[in-house]
């Protein structure tokens, strides 16, 4: 029984083991049957996207026309300008601040209660207009009796004159002595000394009644009004009235001490250097002046050197303490090649500009540049009179796109203006060391 059982225990564990075994080769089957199916589709689905993009591809700016000769290039829309020829100033800009000519500072010069203002805050005044008045009584009657002093003692020194007369035919006639000559003769001398001190106290005690009416020393402009009438002032003491004088008016500004000697070269030339001043606000009207002054020595802590300018200011426009933007005008560059500073691009190896072909195609020119003047800039190499540059749109461009000129989107005359287009002339840069 137990031989003839052997056999058959054998055969089922063979029957086993195939059941485990195809158990675990079936996953196995299954994972792989599932990827090859995700290879397929993928590869399918790449193919179609390959396919359907095919005409697409191609150099930057090309897409399909739909034509059966190939891609149609769209051009690039930019904004361009033209190379011209111009005179360009070779200035130095700063920032200046106006300063009146002159500045008096009134105060009174004999004690006294204030009893008049004849004056407007803000007012213009001419040399000489009555200012202020103090009561003039205390002096004038101090003015009377210095008069009176002198009415006597000139009264008194003609009878002592008299005496010295009288004595002097006495003693000669010898009918008196000698010493009562003497006498008489010192006090003549006191006498006349005494006419001049009274003299003097009239001429004094009149200075100060015409002190107590103050009068404008300049033409000029008058500020706030510092006290009331009716206040006791008292001797060079209080502040009635400061005046400035602000016509002609200063404008004082700073430039690095390198261009002092570039401005000492032009300033040496015998012709004076236009100073222009801008008023924020006004920047279509500019004041002009002349350099009046360049300051004995150089400012050590910021290493900088003074000038000034004087204007004639004839309608008022320049305020003492007033910022405003100067530009020192040292000499014109004649006949200079501009393009618009926009144009100039940058990039490794330098400065460059997109110039339109007549094919309506940009080509990439290296360039070499001079002064940045008011929004323009001096190309030297690169570019010549006529050439079309572009001035917007570069982002875009590669060499040989094809361009077209939107003449449409050109800013209007004053955002032109404003960003510093050619022709406004309201700011620059320094020029070089030795322009």
């Not at 009274?198 to 020393?217: F, G, K, M, N, R």
């Not at 003491?237 to 690095?256: A, E, G, H, K």
């Not at 500019?286 to 020595?297: M, R, V």
């Not at 060499?399 to 449409?408: D, F, T």
Request: proline share 6%; with cysteine.
């Amino acid at each position: 029984m137990t031989f003839n059982s052997f056999p058959s225990n054998t055969v089922g564990l063979s029957a086993l083991r195939r059941s485990f075994a195809i158990s675990a080769i079936l996953p196995a089957a299954i994972m792989a049957g599932l990827w090859l199916a995700g290879c397929s589709e993928r590869s399918t689905s790449g193919a179609g996207a390959a396919s359907s993009s095919a005409p697409a591809s191609g150099p930057a700016g090309k897409r399909s026309g739909g034509t059966p000769g190939g891609p149609r290039e769209v051009p690039v829309p930019v904004l361009a300008a033209t190379a011209t020829r111009e005179d360009l100033p070779v200035q130095l800009s700063a920032v200046g601040r106006v300063d009146p000519y002159s500045t008096v500072t009134v105060k009174a010069l004999v004690g006294g209660q204030l009893t008049g203002v004849h004056f407007q805050e803000g007012q213009d005044v001419k040399k000489g207009d009555l200012l202020f008045t103090i009561d003039p009584r205390p002096y004038e009657a101090l003015l009377h009796q210095n008069q009176a002093n002198l009415a006597k003692d000139t009264v008194a020194a003609q009878h002592a004159e008299m005496e010295m007369k009288r004595f002097s035919n006495l003693q000669a006639g010898g009918a008196a002595a000698k010493e009562e000559y003497d006498t008489a003769r010192a006090d003549y001398d006191a006498k006349q000394a005494q006419l001049l001190a009274d003299t003097s106290a009239v001429e004094y005690a009149a200075l100060q009644v015409e002190y107590c009416t103050i009068s404008s020393p300049l033409d000029g402009r008058v500020g706030e009004k510092l006290v009331d009438v009716g206040n006791l002032v008292k001797v060079n003491d209080s502040s009635l009235v400061i005046i400035n004088q602000i016509s002609p008016v200063f404008v004082s500004f700073s430039i690095p001490e390198r261009y002092l000697a570039v401005v000492q070269r032009y300033v040496a030339g015998g012709e004076g250097l236009i100073v222009k001043a801008v008023v924020p606000g006004q920047e279509d009207r500019p004041a002009t002046g002349t350099l009046t002054f360049i300051n004995n020595q150089v400012d050590v802590a910021t290493g900088s050197i003074q000038l000034k300018g004087t204007f004639a200011n004839e309608d008022g426009r320049l305020w003492p303490g007033h910022f405003v933007d100067v530009t020192l005008n040292l000499t014109v560059r004649p006949n200079a090649l501009v393009v618009p500073s926009q144009a100039i691009q940058t990039g490794q190896d330098g400065q460059y500009v997109y110039v339109i072909r007549p094919d309506m195609t940009v080509e990439n020119r290296t360039v070499d540049t001079g002064l940045a003047v008011a929004g323009v800039t001096e190309v030297t190499t690169g570019v010549k009179d006529g050439d079309r540059v572009v001035t917007d749109g570069q982002m875009r461009l590669i060499p040989g796109a094809k361009v077209e000129i939107k003449s449409g989107l050109l800013p209007s005359p004053k955002a032109a203006e404003s960003a510093g287009a050619p022709g406004s002339r309201a700011t620059s840069k320094p020029p070089a060391k030795n322009p």
